[in-house]
């Protein structure tokens, strides 16, 4: 079964979001790219991707979301800190903040989907069935290649 986004905040969104809200009635495929703001990876190569994949696919057929999923330097990576960020960035989609474990350092979603670190990129199909799970850089044609063939299925 499909897990849910374990949101404290949510950044750049009316309210606080869900996975089916993101799918919404359209039944949008869903791209979910999980971050930390001082992570070199994340700022240099995968925040970059997401804006264009943002801007470039129509957001009746797909969504963007971010996930800042702080797993270390917690003092640094405050939700103040993260609304400048993201202002700074240019960073228009919506972003939640995963939710703090009471008795982990590794953050609730972050758990829940067994992420290695960040970045890493969830993508939902339009019925809301986790495709990919990639942590690290993915290549703009390999993803490209994934949305393109989730899009074009019925």
Same mark, same amino acid.
């Given at each position: %079964?499909?897990?849910?986004?374990?949101?404290?905040?949510?950044?750049?969104?009316?309210?606080?979001?869900?996975?089916?809200?993101?799918?919404?009635?359209?039944?949008?495929? #869903?791209? #979910?790219?999980?971050?930390?703001?001082?992570?070199?990876?994340?700022?240099?190569?995968?925040?970059?991707?997401?804006?264009?994949?943002?801007?470039?696919?129509?957001?009746?057929?797909?969504?963007?979301?971010?996930?800042?999923?702080?797993?270390?330097?917690?003092?640094? %990576?405050?939700?103040?800190?993260?609304?400048?960020?993201? $202002?700074?960035?240019?960073?228009?989609?919506?972003?939640?903040?995963?939710?703090?474990?009471?008795?982990?350092?590794?953050?609730? @979603? %972050?758990?829940?989907?067994? %992420?290695?670190?960040?970045? @890493?990129?969830?993508?939902? $199909?339009?019925?809301?069935?986790?495709?990919?799970?990639?942590?690290?850089?993915? $290549? $703009?044609?390999?993803?490209?290649?994934?949305?393109?063939?989730?899009?074009?299925?019925?």
């Amino acid at each position: %079964m499909q897990q849910e986004l374990f949101a404290a905040q949510w950044f750049n969104a009316p309210g606080p979001l869900s996975l089916a809200a993101l799918r919404g009635e359209q039944r949008r495929v #869903v791209v #979910v790219l999980a971050f930390q703001m001082l992570c070199p990876g994340c700022v240099s190569t995968a925040i970059p991707q997401m804006k264009k994949v943002h801007e470039a696919f129509s957001p009746e057929r797909l969504a963007v979301a971010g996930l800042h999923t702080v797993f270390e330097h917690h003092e640094a %990576m405050t939700p103040v800190a993260l609304r400048a960020f993201l $202002d700074e960035y240019g960073v228009r989609f919506p972003v939640a903040v995963d939710e703090p474990s009471p008795s982990a350092p590794i953050p609730k @979603t %972050m758990a829940a989907y067994e %992420m290695n670190g960040t970045p @890493t990129l969830l993508v939902f $199909d339009r019925e809301g069935n986790l495709r990919l799970n990639h942590f690290g850089h993915i $290549d $703009d044609l390999a993803l490209g290649a994934v949305l393109g063939e989730l899009l074009a299925a019925p």
